[in-house]
């Protein structure tokens, strides 16, 4: 029921409308998570997967909706802008939608004070930035751990490709599981909300004031990098959804094939800046 409360079609011309959205969703996956398993034994030790499957529960009837009203507008348009003019008020949904969870996320980790609730995303911070002292990171970062600094040790080059190669197995991954399981992409989109909410609460310190700059610190990056993810999890959808209606041998399919063509061309172009902003913009403006 609390998944259709709000109508998808009024965001259709009012994308701003899903970062609301998105802080409801966010909020209540936090907080139903907190209220009926934070004191089961055995669920609460998954807390941090379950929020996000909450997130995706809530957010598939926005990208069901969204992926098949793209996929008809794109029988009738071709060409690399007709094709962004198109897919766009999407894809600003797709974002606002994000920015919904991070928000949320951040504000609800903070005030909740629980790590068990982003387990799982504290985990994953750590295997990133600390792989060879995992435990001890997951020890430091949580709320009764202190706060560190790791630095890599790595160039900016070679940090430059390794992003650039990690981003690219996200988009492809993002693109599989939505073209097989069409609104699926929403479930890798949610995670890397919620990861990220973890690693600002971890900037932060999980000082609460602090959550406007730890957003301006992952976002510089973050937002043209989720971005591409959502044209690629857009464009997964539209072929599948391309491929039930029309069959492989349509001149539609033909056409909407084409447009997602050129919709994995722009993801790809925005993985690539984002890359850059990473490892070039976002460390002279965060020393």
């Given at each position: 029921m609390l998944e259709s409360l709000i109508n998808p079609q009024r965001v259709e011309h009012g994308p701003w409308k899903m970062f609301f959205i998105g802080i409801v969703y966010a909020s209540l996956s936090?907080?139903?998570?907190?209220?009926f398993f934070a004191r089961d034994v055995v669920l609460s030790e998954y807390s941090g997967m379950i929020v996000v499957t909450f997130c995706v529960m809530f957010s598939l009837p926005f990208m069901f909706y969204l992926i098949k009203v793209e996929e008809e507008q794109d029988e009738h348009i071709e060409g690399f802008f007709s094709v962004w003019?198109?897919?766009?008020?999407?894809?600003?949904?797709?974002?606002?939608l994000f920015f919904g969870f991070v928000v949320a996320f951040s504000f609800w980790n903070i005030v909740l004070g629980d790590s068990n609730l982003f387990n799982a995303?504290?985990?994953?911070?750590?295997?990133?930035?600390?792989?060879?002292?995992?435990?001890?990171?997951?020890?430091?970062?949580?709320?009764?751990?202190?706060?560190?600094?790791?630095?890599?040790?790595?160039?900016?080059?070679?940090?430059?490709?390794?992003i650039i190669e990690n981003n690219m197995y996200v988009m492809i991954f993002t693109l599989i599981f939505s073209?097989?399981?069409?609104?699926?992409?929403?479930?890798?989109?949610?995670?890397n909300a919620s990861v990220i909410s973890a690693a600002i609460g971890i900037f932060t310190k999980y000082n609460l004031a602090e959550i406007p700059l730890g957003l301006l610190r992952y976002m510089v990056h973050g937002f043209p990098e989720i971005t591409a993810y959502f044209v690629a999890a857009l464009g997964g959808g539209m072929l599948g959804t391309g491929l039930?209606?029309?069959?492989?041998?349509?001149?539609?399919?033909?056409?909407?094939?084409?447009?997602v063509v050129i919709l994995i061309f722009i993801a790809i172009l925005i993985l690539i800046i984002a890359a850059f902003m990473e490892v070039y913009l976002t460390p002279l403006l965060f020393k």
């Open positions: 936090l907080l139903l998570v907190k209220l003019r198109a897919h766009s008020d999407a894809i600003y949904a797709f974002i606002w995303q504290l985990e994953t911070y750590c295997m990133i930035n600390s792989p060879g002292n995992l435990e001890k990171c997951i020890e430091l970062y949580s709320f009764t751990g202190d706060a560190i600094n790791i630095h890599g040790s790595s160039t900016a080059t070679g940090r430059l490709f390794s073209l097989i399981f069409g609104a699926g992409a929403i479930f890798v989109l949610a995670w039930m209606r029309h069959g492989i041998k349509d001149k539609l399919f033909l056409r909407v094939l084409e447009n």
